[in-house]
């Protein structure tokens, strides 16, 4: 077990729908990121946060909204989401060690989404 | 060009063998890189760190040439349970926080 947790595993939603994931990391990490990863594609980074406060937006449509109440807990919120939106949503954590630092990564199981 | 690069295989292999995956990264001031692997319909995790003067791991041993641009990744005497696909990942600069990752390199150990 990585420390990183995701809800729901598995989420199927209509273009219409609100929903939102959830990841919990139990690692005490003060970094938490969202990364997509659709098929035969690389992880693509998508929302980075470092000690509460975004840092990294990588041009994510805003049909994707992230919230982080604290270091431990982050969401994704989703709303008229897209067919081609389809696909592994992991999230991650790591300890920022400070500048030059190398901060591993560890990632959550993922959630895979269905757009229909 | 990609950031980074790898050649997405598959690779299939018998039980016992050595194979060897390559990655190029386009950016020669990136800083850091690691191999992740990544099961099928599994999350990446960290296999190893590649530092300058390479570093091995039990039947793993990662290689940088930073004067070429690409990093290595070779597995001795392989099990069926090195069948994943291996991720090669780098530290961009400007960016405390964020890994590029490669979009992996599919190995399959025969029996």
């Known amino acids: 077990e990585t420390g990183v947790t995701q809800t729901p595993r598995h989420l199927v939603m209509g273009m219409t729908n609100k929903k939102s994931l959830k990841c919990e990391q139990h690692?005490?990490?003060?970094?938490m990121y969202w990364y997509k990863q659709s098929a035969k594609k690389p992880l693509e980074l998508m929302f980075v946060?470092?000690?509460?406060?975004?840092?990294e937006n990588n041009s994510v449509p805003s049909r994707f909204s992230p919230e982080c109440p604290n270091s431990s807990h982050l969401f994704l919120h989703l709303h008229t989401l897209q067919p081609e939106d389809s696909a592994l949503y992991l999230c991650?954590?790591?300890?920022?060690?400070?500048?030059?630092?190398?901060?591993?990564?560890?990632f959550g199981p993922g959630t895979r989404l269905t757009v229909l | 060009r990609k950031e980074v690069e790898q050649d997405p295989g598959p690779f299939n292999v018998p039980e016992g063998a050595t194979v060897a995956f390559n990655c190029t990264y386009s950016?020669?001031?990136?800083?850091?890189f690691f191999w992740y692997r990544q099961d099928c319909r599994k999350e990446p995790k960290l296999l190893m760190s590649?530092?300058?003067s390479g570093n091995e791991d039990g039947r793993f041993t990662a290689q940088l040439n930073r004067a070429s641009q690409y990093i290595s990744l070779l597995i001795r005497d392989s099990k069926l349970s090195d069948s994943a696909t291996y991720l090669c990942?780098?530290?961009?600069?400007?960016?405390?926080?964020?890994?590029?990752f490669g979009s992996g390199t599919q190995l399959t150990v025969l029996p």
């Open positions: 991650a954590s790591s300890q920022v060690l400070g500048a030059g630092g190398i901060d591993t990564q560890y």
């Open positions: 950016n020669s001031a990136s800083q850091s």
């Open positions: 946060y470092n000690f509460k406060e975004q840092t």
């Open positions: 690692l005490g990490h003060n970094a």
């Open positions: 990942v780098v530290k961009s600069p400007g960016s405390a926080r964020q890994l590029t």
């Open positions: 590649v530092y300058s």
